[in-house]
């Protein structure tokens, strides 16, 4: 099943016809799939106008845009960092912007998409009513938006040629709702290696699980006397850390199957899990509060957080100053937490292997590190 999976969505979006060593690429668009990570406006497009999701209410994209974006953020996504690293225009969200340039870019990623199918996860007792975009869906979106989008099939190969794929994050939510309805971690385990997911084209970002133990809402829900189950080091859940641990380990081997088969694509592992873990290792070091790490919009408990109180909400207060918290809501970071992470793969050493930047203009090649704006 994992070799079939995995095989599926690589073949999905192979179509280039001539292969080379992986080398320096002068990306001219980003393409990216996933879910609330990487959204920056699908969900609220396919929602109901008269049910929308809490993102569309401040205080979500105060930081940075000044307002609400759809995006799962006080401000800019991981997504939103590379396209400015790279040159590029933010990547415009699908669903709902058919009549949007998508030259530079083109984004089907949809807050609580999972990586499996709607239906796989139901026939296991895991029900989820947020969205039934799955990671199949917005690849058959993707296939289908090809002619309108592209024109011409040389036209169509030269994109995905030249772009940069994202991969997610997907995944994670197939494990959250695993999760919240109380699967034990034997049950959720059989789900990793349908995770496991390649991507095509030239290059391709493959990013691993979050460190799930260092999560607000999990720390929330699994708050435990027993001290003997947290990281001393972090305070994190250490058993839910070992679970983030196994899916990276999984990810991993099979991203280096996938590589032997197809040795002349560039297929980059994003190591999401370590480039996060040291943040929590020392906050104060990257600028953050001490621990323990609560969310930055919130209410109650240790993490500020309240399970069935969502920030968007009015009850919900946010704190004053976004930039020192690690966490901006129960399950997704702030724009300085994104901010670290992206510096992480773009300049290392959180890409494996590493993005060869040696063909880049010298205003890319000579920029700053993000981490230090």
């Known amino acids: 099943m994992l ?11 192979l179509v280039t016809s001539v292969y080379s060593e992986p080398q320096c690429r002068n990306f001219k668009s980003i393409i990216s799939f996933g879910d609330s990570i990487a959204d920056t406006g699908n969900l609220v497009a396919l929602s109901d106008p008269n049910n929308l999701p809490h993102v569309v209410f401040p205080p979500y994209g105060e930081t940075f845009f000044q307002h609400p974006t759809s995006r799962f953020s006080n401000g800019r996504l991981v997504i939103d960092f590379i396209a400015e690293f790279l040159g590029l225009p933010l990547v415009p969200p699908f669903y709902g912007s058919q009549s949007a340039n998508f030259v530079k870019g083109v984004n089907f990623a949809v807050g609580g998409a999972t990586a499996l199918e709607q239906s796989f996860l139901e026939d296991r007792g895991i029900y989820f009513p947020y969205t ?58 059989e789900l990793v290696p349908l995770e496991l997911i390649g991507m095509g084209g ?28 947290y990281d001393p080091l972090t305070g994190c859940l250490t058993w839910l850390n070992k679970f983030g641990e196994y899916h990276s380990e999984q990810l991993q081997a099979e991203l280096k199957r996938l590589h032997k088969l197809y040795p002349h694509v560039n ?5 999401y899990y370590n480039a996060m873990l040291r943040i929590f290792q020392e906050p104060t070091k990257f600028g953050f509060i001490n621990r323990p790490l609560p969310a930055c919009c919130g209410v109650g408990g240790t993490y500020n957080y309240t399970v069935g109180m969502r920030c968007g909400i009015e009850v919900v207060e946010c704190c004053s100053d976004p930039s ?50």
């Open 3 to 13: 070799t079939k999976l995995v095989s599926f969505f690589l073949l999905t979006l």
């Open 132 to 189: 039934s975009v799955s990671l199949d869906v917005q690849l058959k979106s993707f296939k289908e938006s090809l002619p309108k989008l592209y024109g011409s099939s040389s036209d169509c190969r030269d994109m995905i040629e030249n772009a940069l794929i994202l991969m997610g994050e997907i995944g994670g939510n197939d494990y959250n709702y695993a999760f919240f309805v109380g699967k034990s971690v034997e049950e959720i385990k």
């Open 202 to 229: 030239r290059t391709f970002l493959v990013p691993g699980e979050f460190p799930l133990g260092c999560s607000v809402a999990y720390l929330t829900l699994y708050k435990t006397s027993n001290m003997e189950e």
């Open 267 to 271: 297929i980059i592992y994003g190591d």
């Open 324 to 373: 020192k918290y690690v966490n901006w809501d129960n399950v997704h970071l702030t724009e300085a937490a994104y901010r670290l992470l992206a510096d992480g793969l773009l300049n290392g050493p959180y890409a494996i292997p590493p993005f060869d930047w040696s063909c880049l203009s010298s205003e890319i090649k000579n920029k700053e590190s993000l981490d230090r704006e």
